[in-house]
C-alpha cells in the first residue's frame, strides 16, 4: 500500500486574529441571528401540536372527517421542508461570508 501524500504545507492561522475582526462577528451575529430565530419559529409550532391537539379549535371538522389537528400536523410536514429548504440557500450565502472573511484575513498577511 503507497502512502500518497502532497508536498502542500499547511498555513497555520491565527483564530485570535480572526475572532477580533469586525467581519468575523458581523458574520457571526447574522449567523446566529438568523439560526436562532429560525429554529425558535420551528419549536414554538411543533410545541404547540400537543397544547393544541386537544383544544375545540383544532377538533372541528375541516375537510369531511379530517379535523384540524390533522391539517395542523401536515403543516408541520410542510414547516419542517421549507424551514429546511430555506437553511440550505442561506447555508450558500454563510459559506460565501466565511470566504470573504478568510480572504480578508489573508490579504492582511495575518497568516504567518
Same mark, same amino acid.
Given at each position: 500500500m503507497v502512502n500518497v501524500s502532497t508536498k502542500k504545507q499547511a498555513q497555520s492561522i491565527d483564530y485570535h486574529a480572526i475572532e477580533a475582526m469586525e467581519s468575523f462577528n458581523s458574520f !457571526?451575529?447574522?449567523?446566529?441571528?438568523? #439560526? /436562532?430565530?429560525? @429554529?425558535?419559529?420551528?419549536?414554538i409550532l411543533y410545541i404547540l401540536l400537543p397544547i393544541l391537539a386537544f383544544q375545540p379549535v383544532l377538533q372541528q371538522k375541516?375537510?369531511?372527517?379530517?379535523?384540524? !389537528?390533522?391539517?395542523?400536523?401536515?403543516? #408541520? /410536514?410542510?414547516? @419542517?421542508i421549507v424551514?429546511?429548504?430555506?437553511?440550505?440557500?442561506?447555508?450558500?450565502?454563510?459559506?460565501?461570508?466565511?470566504?470573504?472573511v478568510l480572504e480578508e484575513y489573508h490579504a492582511k498577511g495575518e497568516n504567518k
Open positions: !457571526v451575529k447574522k449567523k446566529n441571528t438568523f #439560526l /436562532f430565530s429560525i @429554529t425558535a419559529v420551528f419549536l375541516f375537510f369531511g372527517n379530517i379535523t384540524g !389537528v390533522w391539517v395542523y400536523s401536515a403543516g #408541520l /410536514f410542510i414547516m @419542517t424551514l429546511c429548504t430555506v437553511y440550505v440557500k442561506k447555508a450558500a450565502s454563510f459559506d460565501k461570508a466565511v470566504a470573504a
